[in-house]
């Protein structure tokens, strides 16, 4: 508002008036020079719109024709592999051997493995106690459970409560270390792995499972997964589904319910069930340690540490195993910005790990062709890369210019039905919330039809006059 105040007062200065400033604007805007610049300007514009602009927009229709088809094939061929492994009843305790653990008589609980159990967190003021509480709670002889909270909070006053609580539970018997580093390189993944350098205790472990500060597992979760790792000896990962305790706090959790459960449901029961390959979700997984070890330990090249991970222990030729039966607790982001930090993390990772990678997956002996087809193919191109390119430049570029440039054809059943489709199929995990996706669908197709409608109206009557 200053700015606008003293900018009037100089041109009440300069012309005595703003009439005498508009009237001197006008002089020089219809002049014989500037008619004729404008009208050159003008000239030039309609040879770019109609040589560059026009077919550049036209070929961007075809390429996202073609990416939306194939995100449309990836997403139905998923759904479909998903639902046969539900009605063939093709359950993970049906396919692979997942006998409970019994105590021996003569070896007590020695006959269970030992279990080591990390709770990676910063700054967790709200969840720690949680966190903690539920990982001492698992049930599994207390002298073969290990819980490591490895804490790497800056405010000392957390770091004091988090140390407190795990000398509670350290003083009921559980056997729970508290570790802390001196900075915080590599992130989680380098906590993780210094998690791992402790060896007085480490390596005498079996299996590590990894909860994130946040996530509460049910007290039977290892007497459930770890079974799996035992009697199987080619599995390296047993996977768990998240639930989400604050999914219905507001609507941007809800669609992110939405959009996790399809994840969960469809595309990680499909790697599952197509090769035994999926992208490890960072927290709510048991890994063997073994297999950690030989593919390297956590390294934090890329954001995406725990699909790192997963990429080079399947190059060795391990398999992995999703069970959408056992469940464990989560928050999800309540906020933008916590969301949009989320978004960019799960975002950027991939595709580095991919330029990173490439190689190494079509070098790789012990996978099969197929294995290495579903994994470039399926999980980083169609998923990762196809689906974001075809969301940002058909709905963010394409249609918005679509008003602009009414030459522009674009099929019916590729701005409606086939996105549609997509979004209806991505709904597909969490029935209960179809009234949400059919309201933004049907909002969505309102608003834009309003807003086409006025903006239509305007290039119309700017081509009358000539401008475009």
């Not at 653990?101 to 990676?120: C, F, R, W």
């Not at 699909?307 to 464990?328: E, H, N, P, T």
């Not at 909002?443 to 903006?455: E, H, K, N, R």
Request: charged share 20%; glycine share 6%.
């Amino acid at each position: 508002m200053q700015g606008i105040i003293v900018a009037y007062r100089l041109v009440v200065e300069l012309f005595g008036s703003a009439k005498l400033f508009l009237a001197r604007v006008n002089e020089l805007a219809f002049t014989p020079g500037v008619a004729e610049i404008l009208e050159q300007i003008l000239v030039l514009w309609r040879i770019t719109r109609q040589k560059v602009l026009v077919p550049t927009f036209q070929v961007i229709v075809i390429v996202c024709m073609a990416m939306s088809v194939i995100v449309l094939i990836e997403k139905a061929l998923l759904g479909v592999v998903s639902w046969c492994a539900r009605v063939s009843h093709r359950r993970p305790e049906k396919i692979y051997k997942c006998d409970p653990i019994a105590e021996d008589k003569e070896l007590g609980s020695l006959a269970y493995p030992m279990v080591l159990v990390q709770i990676p967190m910063y700054n967790e003021m709200e969840v720690y106690q949680l966190s903690i509480g539920a990982a001492c709670r698992l049930t599994w002889p207390v002298d073969r459970l290990i819980v490591q909270v490895l804490d790497d909070s800056t405010d000392p006053l957390i770091k004091a409560l988090v140390e407190k609580e795990c000398q509670k539970w350290r003083k009921q018997g559980r056997n729970v270390r508290y570790e802390t580093r001196e900075d915080r390189g590599g992130y989680k993944a380098g906590n993780l792995r210094e998690g791992m350098k402790h060896d007085d205790y480490v390596q005498n472990c079996e299996y590590v499972a990894i909860f994130d500060a946040d996530f509460q597992p049910e007290s039977d979760f290892l007497v459930t997964t770890v079974p799996f790792l035992v009697h199987n000896p080619r599995l390296a990962l047993v996977q768990a589904r998240w639930t989400f305790v604050n999914s219905n706090d507001c609507l941007l959790t809800r669609m992110q319910e939405i959009s996790m459960d399809y994840h969960f449901k469809v595309e990680q029961e499909a790697g599952s069930s197509i090769c035994g390959f999926f992208g490890y979700n960072g927290t709510a997984g048991v890994w063997r340690v073994q297999v950690l070890n030989e593919a390297g330990g956590w390294n934090d090249r890329t954001t995406a540490e725990d699909m790192d991970l997963a990429v080079r222990a399947a190059l060795l030729g391990w398999d992995f195993l999703y069970v959408g039966a056992i469940k464990v607790k989560s928050e999800l982001p309540s906020t933008l910005k916590a969301y949009r930090s989320q978004q960019h993390r799960w975002s950027c990772g991939p595709a580095l790990l991919f330029k990173k990678m490439l190689l190494e997956i079509l070098m790789a002996k012990k996978l099969s062709i197929g294995k290495k087809f579903y994994i470039v193919y399926n999980f980083f191109i169609a998923r990762r890369f196809i689906s974001a390119f075809f969301t940002f430049f058909f709905f963010s570029l394409l249609l918005p210019m679509k008003i602009f440039f009414p030459e522009i054809t674009i099929p019916g059943w590729e701005s409606v039905l086939i996105p549609t489709t997509i979004t209806l199929l991505h709904a597909v995990g969490t029935p209960r919330y179809g009234f949400i996706v059919l309201f933004v669908l049907f909002f969505l197709l309102v608003y834009s039809t309003v807003i086409f409608s006025i903006i239509s109206q305007v290039v119309l009557f700017a081509c009358s006059m000539g401008v475009i």
